[in-house]
């Protein structure tokens, strides 16, 4: 290959993309030529209408990201990040990638911080993945403390990447379990939150990104998706101060499901709130 045009290679890339199925074809070739070549995709559509041209080794490359693509690898395993709130984070394989609805969860959960009276207000982010939420928390309210826990080895070792490129020395992250972590915080924290895995065992998800490269410890909760809810129930109530805050993430059919789940426990006022596509999206609740 030559010297081929921006523009003729997107051509390409959104002609093998859309033949693989792929749901925006248009996006991820922009994404994946601006990653190859180290543009945003703004500069990346800029220098395709004034007729750049790539090098046939970046070219070249760029062909190879789009096939990869095309055989269903994430488009984040690829470029290797994932965009959350104003964090870049690193993804790859071992880690599930940070979706935009979990966004409008943090959102939840730095409201409730904010609101804390106390100058140092503690949040802690049960089964952090890539640390997509702890990070937002950490990173957008300065003067909280936060503690994320994660479990499997594969993700633990992405969200302490994560933590060291933001650089945040307000932030704890810890290798345990759910049911045994963190026994100095019973009582102390303002803020729970977290994002289960709540996908019922067998509602497999028909996205191959999804099906074959998240973590499957990441997505799915027992028969009806909230055993982990269950867990982080009873475990919430012993972190929590009275008045505290429990922000869970779930699926937009659970609303109801958790709203009586945790009233069954004890929780008081909870609320389901929507996501930005007015789905049912996570749902808070406030410990006695
Ligand atoms: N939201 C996930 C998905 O879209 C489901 C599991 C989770 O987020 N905890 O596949």
Redesign the pocket.
């Known amino acids: 290959m030559s010297e081929p045009a921006l523009a003729e290679l997107l051509r390409r890339g959104v002609d093998l993309l859309s033949r693989a199925r792929v749901p925006s074809p248009q996006a991820d070739a922009e994404l994946l030529l601006g990653h190859v070549l180290g543009f945003s995709r703004g500069e990346l559509q800029a220098k395709a209408l004034v007729g750049a041209q790539a090098s046939s080794e970046r070219a070249r490359a760029f062909l190879d990201a789009v096939e990869r693509r095309a055989a269903r690898e994430p488009l984040q395993h690829i470029t290797g990040v994932a965009a959350f709130r104003h964090l870049q984070l690193r993804v790859g394989p071992g880690v599930?990638v940070p979706?935009p609805?979990?966004e409008t969860v943090a959102q939840l959960a730095i409201d409730a911080l904010l609101a804390v009276p106390s100058p140092a207000p503690v949040a802690i982010d049960l089964g952090t993945g890539s640390g997509a939420i702890a990070l937002a928390l950490a990173t957008e309210v300065a003067h909280a403390r936060v503690i994320a826990v994660e479990n499997s080895a594969r993700a633990f070792v992405w969200a302490r990447e994560n933590a060291a490129a933001v650089g945040v020395s307000n932030l704890r992250l810890v290798f345990d379990d759910l049911a045994h972590c963190l026994p100095d915080l019973e009582g102390a924290a303002d803020v729970v939150v977290s994002?289960?895995?709540?996908?019922p065992d067998d509602a497999v998800?028909r996205d191959p990104e999804?099906r074959l490269h998240?973590p499957a410890a990441?997505?799915y909760g027992g028969p009806d998706g909230l055993d982990v809810v269950r867990a982080l129930s009873h475990r919430a109530l012993t972190f929590l101060r009275p008045g505290g805050a429990l922000i869970l993430?779930h699926?937009e059919q659970q609303g109801r499901a958790l709203r009586t789940l945790l009233a069954a426990d004890g929780w008081r006022d909870p609320v389901t709130h929507k996501d930005l596509t007015r789905r049912d999206r996570a749902t808070t609740a406030t410990r006695p």
């Open positions: 599930f979706r609805e979990t994002n289960p895995p709540y996908i998800p999804v998240d990441a997505l993430e699926g």
